[in-house]
């Protein structure tokens, strides 16, 4: 396994030396505070947090410190973890990022890379796998051993593949360590605080493990204890479906995945549509949010269901040709490729901020375009 280790720039680093007319940094004032003073997700302020986190995951540690420090999050430490089994259709990335004080952690996972054909072949992994998952059971009801639910085999291979890495460095945070310290010989020097604050967060694959390693947090024995008091929330962006209805089900009686697992889809995004509903049945859970003529709308209650064919699949690419192209732009496809990219999800949630907050470049964010 790879390990990259990045401690981010200070303030002073990041503001310009010369008096300037340009906004500066951060993004945020009292970032640390302002993540863990959360009562009700969705927040604007963690959705644009962990829209930047997620998108810049699919860069290395140091760019994605960098960036969360521009957010606010200066001094922070960022912990990347890789695993590349091409055979075994892995590649797994993940990254945490550890407030300069140690109360706040995100995990971002990175997503698909279009120019990895692994990443593809990953996604195209739909046959489920049947997994043991311990969701509590009602009162009142036998006990019996965990049920087990059929989910994404290439998903769930991802997220197991860095998991254990990841479980031993958010221990390290509890203990008021910092993510970074790996190294018995020669320890770093403590964090201020323990880990009180943990978000979970990425986009497309990303979003799909970081949807799954959510409930493997709140559901397995050896993992509530310790992250329940600390897990606030799961953010994804433009993340397809992880798991059977039935699985779907269970998460949605489980009170925090219900309300803390917040996905957010982006216009005609093809790939919360997927997988198909002729490879398997899947289906999503948590609360969606979906974006369009420039506004997001809770549509928990119509959630957006499996394509049902594949001539969407078929549609995709003259899609594609037709967008570049003023003239071609209305036709009326079901479904987008380019709605899929990260920078769209980052720029339409600034738009949350109702105009209030700067971006990660420290420019006035524009609301796409209808």
Known sequence: MLIEKSIAPSLDTLRPTKPTSSPTFPVYDHLEAALTKV?????????????????YAYSDAETVS????????????????????????????????????GSVVILAYRGTEPTNVVNWLTDADVHPDKI????????????????????????????????FAVIAA???????????????????????KP??????????LGGAMAALMAVMLSVEEEYVELFAPVSKGAYTFGAPMVGSPEFAKACAAHEFLDRNVIRYVYRKDVVPHLPPSDSDDF????????????????????????MSDLIGLVELPLGFVA?????????????????????????????????????????????PAK
């Not at 880990?195 to 497309?204: D, F, K, Q, R, V």
Request: hydrophobic fraction near 35%; glycine fraction near 8%; aromatic fraction near 10%.
């Open 66 to 101: 960098t960036m969360l420090a521009r957010m606010g999050l200066t001094g922070a430490h960022c912990l990347g973890m890789h695993m590349t089994v091409d055979a075994m259709f892995i590649r797994s990335t993940a990254y945490l990022i550890q407030s300069s004080d």
């Open 283 to 306: 289906q999503h859970f948590g609360r969606e949010y979906r974006y369009d003529r420039s506004e997001w709308k809770d549509t928990s209650d119509d959630p957006i269901m499996q």
């Open 195 to 204: 880990l009180t604050t943990l978000y979970l967060t990425g986009h497309s």
């Open 39 to 55: 009562e009700q997700q969705p927040d604007p302020t963690v959705a644009h947090t962990l829209a930047v986190a997620s998108g």
């Open 170 to 192: 958010l221990k390290r945070a509890l203990e008021g360590r910092s993510v970074l310290d790996d190294d018995e010989q020669t320890p770093m020097e403590p964090m201020e």
């Open 323 to 367: 967008s570049k192209f003023r003239g071609l732009r209305g036709l009326p496809f079901r479904f987008s490729v380019n709605d899929h990219g990260p920078q769209h999800y980052i720029s339409a949630i600034t738009a949350l901020t109702e105009g209030k907050t700067l971006n990660e470049f420290g420019d006035a964010h524009l609301i």
């Open 132 to 163: 043991a998952f311990p969701f509590p059971k009602p009162q009142g009801a036998e006990a019996v051993d965990a049920d087990a639910y059929a989910v994404h085999a290439g998903f769930y291979r991802n997220v197991r593949a860095t998991r």
